[in-house]
Every structure is written in structure tokens, then in C-alpha cells.
């Protein structure tokens, strides 16, 4: 899937069905297939944001490699498979927002980002299939925005993407990234993916 793949001694499962988690991993140069998971998230509740999002990538986790040891034989393979999996929260006014349940909701959430911010808690799990050992961890960032617009909260809500991301918040959507102020952190973590702990993750789990 990247155009400068590493083709390291082990393949990658990516557990999302993220366009953004996509795009990121392959600008880390690796190569890899996709398998999302199937869990009720509403099911899965914790007080604290960061015990959330780890709870739900593990349950993402468990979920794939039960669908995989029906359909493959992943012991049998030399080489090592490392599933990723990860979640995303907003933290608004200390209240956890997670993928809007409606139009009239993703529209309450972003008007309430409008010349505020909002926190972002990401997790990121790497299970190895083979090994079964399991490394995750969790960040968080900032994002401050400027005033944004009724008729441009209008478009987002409409476009119907919004609903498909945490807090309804895409930070690298055309009509919202004019917006943003300023963003304590890294952009791809905002995104759900953060390359650096990815990396160091997949290091810990071969």
C-alpha cells in the first residue's frame, strides 16, 4: 500500500477501517492488509478517557483475532503478524465524546468547539499473533479553533462524514482545517494514528 514499503520481516494487520489510520501507516512505509472489527463500542464503558480508548482498541483486538483463527492458521506462518488496533475520544468541558449518534448531535458538537478546544485521547495496541505478546499505549492533544461558521458547521454536518469520526471532529477536513488555531501535539495523532508511539509499539511487540 506505500509506495516506499520497508517489506519488513513481518506483516501488518491493520485493525480500522480509518481512511486517516490508513494514510498514515502507509506514509510510514509499510505494507499491509485490513481487517476491522465488529464490537458493540457503546457496550464497553470506563470514568477515564484514557482507560477507554484502551479498553476499545483491546476489544477491537480480541474481536479480529477471533475472526482470524476461524479463517487462517496464523501459527503456521515463519514469519511474525503484528495486528494494530486503536480508538480515539474527544474530551469536551470534561465530558468524553465518542463517533456522534446523529446529524443533530455531530452539529452540537461542533458548534461547541467554535472559538474553544477540545482534547483528543488516542490509543494504539499492537498484538503479535505469534508471539501473543501485546504492547499499547495512550497520548493526548489540544486543539484550539477559531470561530467557525454556521453555514460551514451546515456543510460538515450534511456531508455526513462527521458521524463517522470521535467528537465529530476531522482536523484534516478541507472546510474545518481553516479553522483550527492551533494544535498542541502532532496532527497524525489528531488523526488516530500517532507515528512515533506506532513505531515504537511495533519495535516492543516483535
Known amino acids: 500500500m506505500a509506495a516506499n514499503a520497508k517489506n519488513p520481516p513481518f506483516k501488518i494487520i491493520l485493525g480500522s477501517s480509518s481512511m486517516a489510520r490508513r494514510q498514515i501507516l502507509a506514509e510510514m512505509?509499510?505494507?499491509?492488509?485490513?481487517?476491522?472489527?465488529?464490537?458493540?463500542?457503546?457496550?464497553?464503558?470506563?470514568?477515564?478517557?484514557?482507560?477507554?480508548?484502551?479498553?476499545?482498541?483491546?476489544?477491537?483486538?480480541?474481536?479480529?483475532?477471533?475472526?482470524?483463527?476461524?479463517?487462517?492458521?496464523?501459527?503456521?506462518?515463519?514469519?511474525?503478524?503484528?495486528?494494530?488496533?486503536?480508538?480515539?475520544?474527544?474530551?469536551?468541558?470534561?465530558?468524553i465524546r465518542e463517533k456522534p449518534s446523529s446529524k443533530e448531535e455531530a452539529r452540537q458538537f461542533i458548534k461547541g468547539y467554535s472559538g474553544g478546544r477540545a482534547t483528543v485521547v488516542g490509543s494504539v495496541l499492537v498484538t503479535n499473533l505469534k508471539t501473543g505478546?501485546?504492547?499499547?499505549?495512550?497520548?493526548?492533544?489540544e486543539v484550539y479553533f477559531h470561530d467557525i461558521p454556521n453555514e460551514v458547521i451546515d456543510s460538515l454536518v450534511e456531508e455526513g462524514i462527521m458521524l463517522?469520526?470521535?467528537?465529530?471532529?476531522?482536523?484534516?477536513?478541507?472546510?474545518?482545517?481553516?479553522?483550527?488555531?492551533?494544535?498542541?501535539?502532532?496532527?497524525?495523532?489528531?488523526?488516530?494514528?500517532?507515528?512515533?508511539?506506532?513505531e515504537k509499539l511495533i519495535q516492543e511487540a516483535l
Not at 70 to 86: N, V
Open 133 to 141: 505478546t501485546r504492547k499499547g499505549g495512550w497520548d493526548s492533544a
Open 164 to 198: 463517522n469520526v470521535a467528537g465529530g471532529l476531522m482536523l484534516e477536513h478541507p472546510l474545518t482545517l481553516p479553522f483550527v488555531d492551533t494544535v498542541v501535539g502532532t496532527a497524525d495523532f489528531v488523526m488516530g494514528l500517532p507515528k512515533s508511539l506506532t
Open 29 to 95: 512505509g509499510y505494507e499491509f492488509s485490513i481487517v476491522t472489527a465488529d464490537i458493540d463500542e457503546q457496550s464497553i464503558r470506563r470514568e477515564k478517557p484514557e482507560d477507554l480508548v484502551m479498553a476499545l482498541a483491546e476489544a477491537k483486538a480480541d474481536a479480529i483475532i477471533s475472526r482470524l483463527q476461524i479463517t487462517s492458521h496464523l501459527e503456521d506462518d515463519a514469519h511474525s503478524t503484528l495486528l494494530i488496533t486503536a480508538d480515539t475520544v474527544v474530551v469536551y468541558e470534561g465530558m
